[in-house]
């Protein structure tokens, strides 16, 4: 399943809907935080839909895709509702090859 990482909390909430009407949910491994990390683009309930609820084990990983001088993304905030969901959260900083861990 391929979700585009600008869908903020409505297009992520119909999205999980659709998928439970045709009963697909899966706990997904590999995760693309929505807009570079940004508040905005998730919430809770969503998280928690798509990802399960907290505290977890290891899941999976998480990955914002950011700027290479965007040392503020993903935010904070955010990399700890992924990481409390037992997902490992990095973040490319201008290429895979630069890849680092966020938190």
Not at 37 to 44: A, E, K, L, M
Not at 75 to 96: D, I, Q, S
Request: hydrophobic share 35%; aromatic share 8%; glycine share 8%.
């Amino acid at each position: 399943m391929l979700l585009t990482a600008d869908a903020g909390p409505e297009g992520l909430a119909e999205a999980a809907d659709y998928v439970e009407q045709i009963s697909l949910l899966i706990q997904p491994t590999l995760v693309q935080i929505p807009h570079h990390g940004s508040r905005r683009n998730v919430t809770p309930t969503v998280l928690n839909r798509w990802l399960g609820p907290y505290p977890a084990d290891y899941q999976g990983s998480a990955i914002a895709s950011v700027g290479k001088n965007a040392d503020i993304y993903p935010r904070k905030k955010v990399a700890n509702a992924f990481t409390r969901r037992g997902y490992k959260v990095y973040a490319t900083h201008g290429g895979w090859n630069q890849l680092r861990p966020r938190v």
